[in-house]
């Protein structure tokens, strides 16, 4: 093979390299901290990780908010509860209301909530809804597991937690949401390439005509 053939076949094996589609993997995911600021709230708190928001409001019932509480008391009393409520925890009618719009947006493979403060016969309870200020639909009761799996519930912007029978704190939320993309759209360099691989075809052509 002589070498205009030779530069040909390198010239269009540089092409299907840089042709071939790139895929770039990773996993963003976001761990919010609701003690970061200690004692009385306000009715609402806005906390952020990353580039994921969540706003946690407190009610004393249905329609009725009250004011937040977060705590750090020691091992297994660390969280956010309410002002109002016993040992500053959420309990009896109170809830904590998490507004999960913007995370939902994201499209999350899931999210995972932390809850705190339960020692026997603590129990919450789990209530998603389209209406802030509604506890809605119940999802979940007698739940005693310090971590719970939000991502099937993502038609649900509301998300409440109650504890009918004893007082509990939520102390996390964690959110991932792997991102994939591929690339195969020619670049500068594959048009650069193509053109020379182009052109030494018709000078070698040329020369066998």
């Known amino acids: 093979m002589n070498f205009r ?8 094996g540089g092409i299907l390299f840089f042709a071939a589609p790139v895929f770039a993997d990773s ?6 901290n609701f003690t970061s600021t200690l004692g009385t709230l306000g009715t609402t708190n806005t906390l952020t ?4 928001s969540v706003v946690a409001t407190g009610y004393a019932a249905p329609g009725m908010t009250t004011d937040l509480y977060a705590k750090n008391d020691g091992p297994n009393e660390i969280g956010m509860g309410l002002a109002t409520g016993m040992d500053h925890e959420i309990g009896g009618t109170q809830f904590i209301q998490l507004n999960l719009t913007q995370i939902l947006s994201t499209n999350p493979t899931s999210v995972m909530l932390g809850v705190g403060s339960i020692q026997f016969p ?10 802030a200020g509604a506890l809605g639909t119940m ?3 007698n739940q005693s597991s310090f971590t719970f799996d939000l991502s099937s519930f ?4 509301y998300i409440s937690v109650t504890s009918p029978t004893g007082t509990v704190l939520i102390d996390g939320l964690t959110v991932n949401q792997p991102l994939s993309q591929s690339t195969s759209e020619p670049n500068a360099a594959i048009l650069v390439l193509a053109g020379l691989a182009a052109l030494a075809s018709i000078r070698l052509a040329g020369k066998k005509l």
């Open 139 to 141: 999802l979940a009761t």
């Open 27 to 32: 996993t963003s995911s976001g761990s919010f």
């Open 154 to 157: 993502g038609k649900y912007d």
């Open 122 to 131: 603590d129990t919450y309870q789990i209530w998603g809804s389209n209406t």
């Open 49 to 52: 990780s990353g580039s994921f």
């Open 5 to 12: 053939g030779t530069l040909t076949l390198l010239l269009i």
